[in-house]
T-cell receptor, first 113, second 114 residues
Framework: DAGVIQSPRHEVTEMGQEVTLRCKPI?????LFWYRQTMMRGLELLIY????????DSGMPEDRFSAKMPNASFSTLKIQPSEPRDSAVYFC???????????FGSGTRLTVV | GENVEQHPSTLSVQEGDSAVIKCTYS??????FPWYKQELGKGPQLIID?????GEKKDQRIAVTLNKTAKHFSLHITETQPEDSAVYFC?????????????FGSGTQLTVLP
């Protein structure tokens, strides 16, 4: 298996623009998680899905952030409009039930200028 | 929810020496404790985990110990090598329904000096 695949690896955008991050979980995994990592706040869970359904989005910082999972093999995290303080590395992870096989992708480094 | 504290934040050791990183957790119901290694430019990778029904688990040079009474668990790396240099994160599950949501410690930057 190729693991959790994220794209793009790097994204540089101007403030106010829309940004879309993509994730392909490991085939067969029921759970998908989006994290944000910064030096100041460490790894923060933003939202997670179970069988494509959003279960807990309490970590999403504000309405500018939204996430979707239209099918079992694809999820997006969208920021609209983006702001400089959104600059971070965003990770996607997937797992089976009870955390079995909990695996992170390589991340997307987002820079908003 | 779960609160996980990790110490130290930075650790430098000489090659061949041992390294120990400690974490404490708050939720006594937590039953799964993974450790992740994050190298520069990569996502965290699971290196070892322990469930609450055992007190210690070893995998070659890496071991994890768990003290449920004191609510702390530790990562032990023996005979350290330069390639062990990375950021290490502990984690513990947040009490919730069926999903394994993890709360992460703040990370330890381990540097192995040649």
């Amino acid at each position: 298996d190729a693991g959790v695949i994220q794209s793009p690896r790097h994204e540089v955008t101007e403030m106010g623009q829309e940004v879309t991050l993509r994730c392909k979980p490991i085939s067969g995994h029921d759970y998908l998680f989006w994290y944000r990592q910064t030096m100041m706040r460490g790894l923060e869970l933003l939202i997670y899905f179970n069988n494509n359904v959003p279960i807990d989005d309490s970590g999403m910082p504000e309405d500018r952030f939204s996430a979707k999972m239209p099918n079992a093999s694809f999820s997006t995290l969208k920021i609209q409009p983006s702001e400089p303080r959104d600059s971070a590395v965003y990770f996607c992870a997937s797992s089976l039930a009870n955390g079995v096989g909990y695996t992170f992708g390589s991340g997307t480094r987002l820079t908003v200028v | 929810g779960e609160n996980v504290e990790q110490h130290p934040s930075t650790l430098s050791v000489q090659e061949g020496d041992s390294a120990v990183i400690k974490c404490t957790y708050s939720d006594s119901a937590s039953n799964y404790f993974p450790w992740y290694k994050q190298e520069l430019g990569k996502g965290p990778q699971l290196i070892i985990d322990i469930r609450s029904n055992v007190g210690e688990k070893k995998d070659q040079r890496i071991a994890v110990t768990l003290n449920k009474t004191a609510k702390h668990f530790s990562l032990h790396i023996t005979e350290t090598q330069p390639e062990d240099s990375a950021v290490y994160f502990c984690a513990a599950p947040i009490s919730s329904g069926s999903a394994m949501q993890l709360t992460f410690g703040s990370g330890t930057q381990l540097t192995v000096l040649p």
